[in-house]
C-alpha cells in the first residue's frame, strides 16, 4: 500500500531544493574560482591589475652605447672602464673619472670626435699614456663614429661601472661640432681646460627623438625586435 504524499514531505521538497540553489548560488559567487589561495587562513582580495609600465628611453641609448664602446673603446679602457694604468700603456680609467662625470660633455665630446695628444691628470693621477686617436667621422676618418654614435657611448661611460651623470644628447654633441667645425688636430689638454665644463651646453637628460630613432636602428634586428614588444606592452 503506497503512503500518500503529505503537506511535510512537499515543505521537505521544497526546502531541500531551495537549499541546494542557495547553495549553488553562494558556491558561485564565492568560491573565487576554486583557487586555492582563496581558502588559505589569510584572507586574499581579488588579483591585482596588471599596469603597463612604459620602456625606459635610456636603456635603449644605453645599450647603444654599450655596442659602440665595445666596437671601439674597450680594448684601451676595458670592459670594467678602468683603463691600463699598468705601463707601457698608461691608459686612464673612465670609472670615476672628473673628465667623464663634468656636469657638461663639451670636453669629452671634442676628445671622442677629435682625440688626445697630451698626458692627462684623472683622479689626481697623471696618465703619460700618450695619443688617443680621433673618433669622430670625418673626411680623413669617414668610418668613424656619428654623432650620435658619440652621444649614445658618452651616455653609456657617463652611467657605468658606478658613474652617475646626465644622459649626453645629440644636441649637445651637435652644438660641439658645429662649434669646432673643421679641425685635424688631437685636442691638448691645455686647449681643453679653456673649455667650460658646465654652462649652456648642458641640458635636459631626456633624450630627442632624432637620438632615440638612431640609437634603434643601431640595436641588431632581434633586440630591436624585442624592445618594441615591450613598448607595446
Not at 650620435?148 to 651616455?155: F, G, K, Q
Not at 640595436?219 to 625586435?225: C, D, K, R, S, V
Amino acid at each position: 500500500m503506497r503512503r500518500a504524499f503529505g503537506t511535510v514531505d512537499t515543505l521537505l521538497l521544497v526546502g531541500g531544493a531551495a537549499l541546494l540553489a542557495w547553495g549553488g548560488l553562494y558556491v558561485g559567487r564565492y568560491s573565487g574560482r576554486f583557487d586555492a589561495n582563496e581558502f588559505d587562513e589569510i584572507p586574499h582580495g581579488p588579483a591585482p591589475k596588471v599596469v603597463a609600465v612604459a620602456a625606459d628611453p635610456n636603456a635603449v641609448v644605453l645599450k647603444a652605447g654599450l655596442a659602440v664602446y665595445n666596437k671601439t673603446c674597450v680594448n684601451c679602457h676595458m670592459a670594467d672602464g678602468n683603463g691600463r694604468p699598468e705601463a707601457p700603456y698608461n691608459i686612464p680609467p673612465l670609472a670615476g673619472s672628473d673628465w667623464i662625470l663634468a656636469e657638461s660633455p663639451n670636453r669629452i665630446a671634442r676628445i671622442a670626435m677629435h682625440g688626445l695628444k697630451d698626458p692627462v691628470k684623472v683622479k689626481d693621477v697623471m696618465y703619460q699614456g700618450g695619443v688617443m686617436n680621433p673618433q669622430g667621422q670625418s673626411a680623413d676618418n669617414p668610418t668613424g663614429l656619428t654623432n650620435e654614435e658619440i652621444a649614445n657611448v658618452l651616455s653609456y661611460v657617463r652611467n657605468s661601472w658606478g658613474n652617475k651623470a646626465s644622459i649626453v644628447t645629440l644636441a649637445q654633441v651637435e652644438a660641439v661640432s658645429k662649434e669646432v667645425g673643421k679641425r685635424s688636430e688631437n685636442w691638448t689638454v691645455e686647449e681643453l681646460m679653456k673649455v667650460p665644463m658646465t654652462g649652456a651646453a648642458t641640458t635636459s637628460a631626456a633624450i630627442t627623438p632624432d637620438q632615440l630613432k638612431a640609437a634603434l636602428k643601431a640595436l641588431p634586428a632581434a633586440e630591436l625586435e624585442a624592445v618594441l614588444k615591450d613598448v607595446k606592452k
